[in-house]
């Protein structure tokens, strides 16, 4: 997890999971649209995950 995907999963999640796959993409932005902390966290524990 580079410092690079960490600020951009806090300015904007569903960028930051982008590479990760189109589910992983999806649940971010649902979670951003619900509320912005919820996407967040989620972001970050997805970048958080091993390959």
Not at 20 to 45: D, E, K, Q
């Amino acid at each position: 997890m580079s410092v690079g995907r960490v600020i951009l999963a806090i300015i904007f999640p569903p960028l930051a999971v982008i590479g990760r796959g189109c589910g992983s993409f999806l649940i971010i932005t649902i979670l951003t649209c619900i509320g912005w902390v919820p996407g967040v966290i989620g972001a970050l524990i997805i970048l958080n995950k091993n390959k």
